[in-house]
């Protein structure tokens, strides 16, 4: 395999910006560039691969990476890595022998943000994919009923949909969802597929080309298509929507292979609703942002007709909408995603591998290996890459205590108000600003690069949820107390911008 063209492009222009640097204009003309020269080199297809030989023939049911691993045994014997323990300052965990720390004790506020909720019960830092079947099995969140969508992205699932389904893998997918998760853990361990995400579930077992297989994802990316959401990172659902649109957007046929190369990953590594009263969804209509997915959720009905939460919070009865993960989202929105960086690229960097290169199977954090991450884009030396990210990470865990702070002192407030005699419908807009803030300050929490995908982005998610947190506060502090609040707190909406944005 050739090195990948955007790496090189890449550097090259990050070289040349620095040729520049002196002249302040200039920068505004490279970025403009950049973002042409991103897209039009990434819109070909899945590029052939180079050729290997075959020991054996492998196929859509072979979900056992072993038996791939006698064609492949580099990628094999590096994806066996993910198993080894690592650690970053915020990212990896500690260590193969126990469970990972729980997120909840180490940050009291999330516990409290989640009362009336699994999360509240058992919520840890993630590790590495070798883990991912055996630490769902674990978790004490499956002391409460939980539905059979879990497996989605936890398992390699797609035979046993395809079998649930009478060989239509989307109704598998559909029936999944009503089913316990003990009984079809129990079915995935007695069909011989109980292993974590394998070769098959990213790749075409005939071509090794890329691929999309999880359901989730191509329903959501085909719904995000069709919608107005901001697509600047994903240049084919550009294509799509100025074309005919005679078929739905979809990524095995429209992605280019460095679409693909985060696609693959935004299979699971996304904000998603899962129970057994609604299918999997990953709620993309409306868009990709925080507030985008924010819309889609409080327009949303459960099938029964009644208003879209996550649950009802144990102390103050407010309906709250709980983040999972969103890494493909956060991503979308920083100047890597409009770079046309991947997640590959970052998270799989090339290795070398005798006379070839090869992309490292060990998906692990990035920070474990700055010269090959970073370096082959980045001209600044490894301790300045580290400490670039540090800078972004602290700015981010600073920002996000103050939310957590913020979200306590509210939770306390509408607490009070309570035991004052408020009523429901009184405490209605300190309600809705507690469910605003807890999104906002969670789908950062929950978010597992600690603001590094998009600081920017990052970094006004939180300072909304403050400010909603702040006036759910005001608002609950107000009732049947004879304190006076200023007139936008009582009304719960944000005061209108105080200047108009100068023109562009
Ligand atoms: C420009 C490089 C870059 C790109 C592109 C990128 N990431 Fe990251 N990612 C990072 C860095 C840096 C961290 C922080 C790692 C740490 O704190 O140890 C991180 C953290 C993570 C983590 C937590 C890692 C851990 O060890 O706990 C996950 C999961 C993750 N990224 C997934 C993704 C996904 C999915 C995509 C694509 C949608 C993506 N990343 C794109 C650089 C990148
Ligand atoms: C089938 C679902 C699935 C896919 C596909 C997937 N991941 Fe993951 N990933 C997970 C789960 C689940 C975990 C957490 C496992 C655990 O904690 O037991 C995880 C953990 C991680 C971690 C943390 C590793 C560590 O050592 O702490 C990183 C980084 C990561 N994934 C990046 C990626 C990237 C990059 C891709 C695409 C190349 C990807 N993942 C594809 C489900 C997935
Ligand atoms: C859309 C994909 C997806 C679905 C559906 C999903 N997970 Fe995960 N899960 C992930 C990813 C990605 C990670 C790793 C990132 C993280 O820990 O934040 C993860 C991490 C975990 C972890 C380890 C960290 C922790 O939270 O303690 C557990 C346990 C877990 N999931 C359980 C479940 C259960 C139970 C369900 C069903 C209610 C479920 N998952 C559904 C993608 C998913
Ligand atoms: C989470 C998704 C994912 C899983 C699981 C996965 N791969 Fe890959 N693989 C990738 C990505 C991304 C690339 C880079 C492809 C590209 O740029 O075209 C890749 C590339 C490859 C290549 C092409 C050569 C190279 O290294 O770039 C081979 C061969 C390969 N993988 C084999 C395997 C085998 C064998 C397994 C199972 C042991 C496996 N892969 C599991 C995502 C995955
Ligand atoms: C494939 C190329 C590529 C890789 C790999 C890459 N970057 Fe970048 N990075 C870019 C480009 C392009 C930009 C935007 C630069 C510009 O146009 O000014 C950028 C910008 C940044 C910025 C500035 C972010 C901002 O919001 O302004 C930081 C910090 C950064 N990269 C860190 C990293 C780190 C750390 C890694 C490794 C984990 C990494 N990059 C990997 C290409 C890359």
């Given at each position: 395999?050739?090195?990948?063209?955007?790496a090189?492009?890449?550097?090259?222009?990050?070289?040349?910006?620095?040729?520049?640097?002196?002249?302040?204009?200039?920068?505004a003309?490279?970025?403009?560039f950049?973002?042409?020269l991103?897209?039009?080199v990434?819109?070909?297809?899945a590029?052939?691969?180079?050729p290997f030989?075959r020991?054996v023939e492998?196929?859509?049911?072979?979900?056992?990476?072993?038996?791939?691993g006698?064609?492949?045994?580099a990628?094999?014997?590096?994806?066996k890595?993910?198993?080894?323990?690592?650690?970053?300052?915020?990212?990896?965990?500690?260590?193969?022998?126990a469970?990972?720390?729980?997120?909840?004790?180490?940050?009291?506020?999330l516990?409290?943000?989640?009362?009336?909720y699994?999360?509240?019960i058992?919520?840890?830092?993630r590790?590495?994919?070798?883990?991912?079947?055996?630490?769902?099995e674990?978790t004490?969140?499956l002391?409460?009923p939980?539905?059979?969508s879990?497996?989605h992205?936890?398992?390699?699932?797609?035979?046993l949909?395809?079998?649930?389904?009478?060989g239509?893998?989307d109704?598998?997918?559909?029936a999944?969802?009503?089913?316990?998760y003990?009984q079809?853990?129990q079915?995935?361990h007695?069909?011989?597929?109980?292993h974590p995400v394998?070769?098959v579930d990213?790749h075409d077992?005939s071509?090794?080309a890329?691929?999309?297989?999880r359901?989730g994802?191509?329903?959501a990316?085909?719904?995000?298509?069709e919608?107005k959401?901001?697509?600047?990172?994903?240049?084919?659902?550009?294509?799509w929507?100025?074309?005919?649109?005679?078929r739905?957007?979809?990524?095995?046929?429209?992605?280019?292979r460095?679409?693909?190369?985060?696609?693959?990953c935004g299979q699971?590594?996304?904000?998603?609703?899962?129970s057994?009263?609604?299918?999997l969804?990953?709620?993309?209509?409306?868009?990709?942002?925080?507030d985008?997915?924010e819309?889609?959720?409080?327009?949303m009905?459960?099938?029964?007709?009644?208003?879209?939460?996550?649950?009802a919070?144990?102390?103050?009865?407010?309906?709250?909408?709980?983040a999972?993960?969103?890494?493909?989202e956060?991503?979308?929105q920083?100047?890597?995603?409009?770079?046309?960086?991947?997640?590959?690229d970052?998270?799989?960097p090339?290795?070398r591998?005798?006379?070839?290169?090869?992309?490292d199977h060990w998906?692990?954090?990035?920070?474990l290996q700055?010269?090959?991450?970073c370096?082959?884009?980045?001209?600044?030396s490894e301790?300045?890459?580290?400490?670039?990210?540090?800078?972004?990470?602290?700015?981010n865990?600073d920002?996000?205590?103050?939310?957590?702070?913020?979200?306590?002192e509210?939770?306390?407030?509408?607490?009070a108000?309570k035991q004052?005699?408020a009523?429901e419908?009184?405490l209605?807009?300190a309600?809705?600003?507690?469910?605003?803030?807890?999104?906002?300050?969670?789908?950062?929490?929950a978010?597992?690069?600690?603001?590094?995908?998009?600081?920017?982005?990052?970094?006004?998610?939180?300072?909304e949820?403050?400010?909603?947190?702040?006036r759910?506060?005001?608002a609950a502090?107000?009732?049947r107390?004879?304190?006076?609040a200023?007139?936008?707190?009582?009304?719960?909406?944000?005061?209108?911008?105080?200047?108009?944005?100068?023109p562009r």
């Amino acid at each position: 395999m050739t090195d990948d063209p955007h790496a090189s492009r890449a550097s090259l222009l990050l070289r040349s910006r620095a040729f520049f640097a002196g002249l302040g204009f200039v920068a505004a003309a490279a970025a403009a560039f950049a973002a042409y020269l991103t897209t039009d080199v990434y819109r070909h297809k899945a590029e052939a691969l180079t050729p290997f030989v075959r020991v054996v023939e492998v196929g859509e049911d072979d979900t056992d990476p072993a038996k791939w691993g006698r064609n492949w045994p580099a990628q094999f014997g590096a994806y066996k890595q993910t198993s080894r323990p690592t650690k970053t300052r915020f990212g990896g965990h500690a260590g193969s022998e126990a469970l990972p720390e729980e997120k909840i004790a180490r940050d009291p506020w999330l516990q409290r943000m989640f009362r009336g909720y699994a999360f509240s019960i058992d919520y840890r830092d993630r590790r590495g994919h070798a883990y991912m079947l055996e630490d769902q099995e674990q978790t004490k969140r499956l002391t409460k009923p939980q539905s059979g969508s879990c497996l989605h992205c936890h398992a390699s699932v797609m035979p046993l949909y395809r079998a649930l389904g009478a060989g239509d893998a989307d109704k598998g997918f559909e029936a999944s969802h009503a089913m316990s998760y003990q009984q079809i853990n129990q079915q995935l361990h007695d069909s011989g597929h109980a292993h974590p995400v394998s070769c098959v579930d990213c790749h075409d077992p005939s071509t090794m080309a890329l691929r999309v297989t999880r359901p989730g994802f191509k329903r959501a990316i085909a719904a995000f298509a069709e919608g107005k959401g901001d697509a600047v990172a994903l240049p084919s659902v550009q294509a799509w929507r100025e074309g005919k649109r005679a078929r739905p957007y979809d990524p095995s046929t429209d992605a280019s292979r460095n679409e693909l190369r985060s696609f693959v990953c935004g299979q699971c590594h996304v904000e998603y609703y899962c129970s057994s009263k609604m299918p999997l969804t990953f709620p993309w209509a409306n868009g990709l942002k925080v507030d985008d997915i924010e819309g889609t959720w409080d327009a949303m009905k459960f099938p029964d007709g009644s208003a879209f939460s996550d649950y009802a919070h144990a102390e103050t009865g407010a309906p709250i909408l709980k983040a999972q993960h969103p890494e493909f989202e956060l991503w979308s929105q920083g100047i890597h995603a409009r770079s046309g960086v991947s997640c590959a690229d970052c998270h799989m960097p090339y290795v070398r591998e005798g006379a070839t290169k090869v992309s490292d199977h060990w998906v692990r954090s990035p920070l474990l290996q700055v010269n090959r991450a970073c370096q082959t884009c980045h001209r600044a030396s490894e301790a300045e890459m580290k400490a670039r990210v540090d800078v972004i990470q602290q700015r981010n865990h600073d920002l996000m205590q103050r939310g957590g702070a913020a979200i306590v002192e509210l939770i306390d407030a509408v607490v009070a108000a309570k035991q004052r005699g408020a009523t429901e419908q009184e405490l209605a807009v300190a309600w809705k600003l507690q469910r605003q803030a807890q999104w906002r300050l969670d789908f950062i929490a929950a978010e597992n690069s600690m603001g590094f995908h998009a600081p920017q982005e990052a970094a006004r998610t939180l300072a909304e949820a403050i400010d909603f947190a702040r006036r759910g506060q005001l608002a609950a502090v107000t009732l049947r107390s004879g304190i006076v609040a200023p007139p936008s707190a009582a009304s719960g909406a944000a005061p209108a911008a105080s200047s108009a944005a100068p023109p562009r």
